[in-house]
């Protein structure tokens, strides 16, 4: 009964090192989200897939790209990464527009 | 002015009150709407949908008001283990999901 699944839970990265987050939803789910989540910011969304084979830019996308690899599976690359890049990372998935989201345990990310 | 904004809290209450939660958002398109509460340094959590008629999940009611663009949460006979941030969630038609800042509760014994 794993839900969604995001890995690492942990990362510490330098400055210009690039890194892939992943995610992974096993409840057949149509739509997945990338957010990220700063202090006095609540969660803002990076990228969303609202199907396989689609992805649309969210609130803040800058510095990042995603890739819906099949059904199950949406990735998250930081290609440079940069200090204000440092943050905690959700993955979410939802069935349909109409559903509430199931979250990942999160992906803390910190970037010197 | 952002798309989903709650009160910006903190709220301090104690237990047994009653505290009501404020949200209001700006896409008349939006369809779809959720609360969600978080625990510190924890997954956000889906504590209910909001229906346009109104729900209520034991101490829990949620209300939305369309002409008005706005959604509620009253929280009664508060707990000490409702100590959350509860996050107000938006979904437009197109499947883009805004969630708001969050509004803080400390429930105190």
């Known amino acids: 009964n794993a839900g969604v699944t995001q890995t690492p839970k942990f990362q510490v990265l330098k400055t210009g090192q690039s890194m892939t987050l992943q995610c992974a939803q096993d409840?057949?789910?149509?739509?997945m989200y990338w957010y990220r989540q700063d202090p006095g910011m609540g969660l803002r969304l990076i990228y969303y897939?609202?199907?396989?084979?689609?992805?649309d830019k969210g609130e803040v996308p800058n510095g990042y790209n995603v890739s819906r690899l099949n059904k199950r599976e949406f990735s998250l690359r930081l290609e440079s990464a940069a200090p204000s890049q440092t943050s905690v990372y959700f993955c979410a998935s939802c069935r349909r527009a109409d559903q509430p989201q199931h979250f990942g345990d999160g992906t803390r990310l910190s970037i010197l | 002015r952002k798309e989903v904004e709650q009160d910006p809290g903190p709220f301090n209450v104690p237990e047994g009150a009653t505290v009501a939660f404020n949200c209001t958002y700006s896409n008349s398109a939006s369809q779809s709407f959720f609360w969600y509460r978080q625990d510190c340094r924890k997954e956000p959590k889906l504590l209910m949908s909001v229906y346009s008629s109104g729900n209520e999940d034991g101490r829990f009611t949620a209300q939305l008001n369309r002409a008005s663009q706005y959604i509620s949460l009253l929280i009664r006979d508060s707990k000490l283990s409702d100590s959350a941030t509860y996050l107000c969630v938006v979904k437009t038609s197109y499947d883009k999901v805004i969630f708001g800042p969050g509004t803080s509760l400390s429930v105190i014994p």
């Open positions: 897939s609202a199907s396989e084979g689609t992805t």
């Open positions: 409840m057949n789910h149509n739509s």
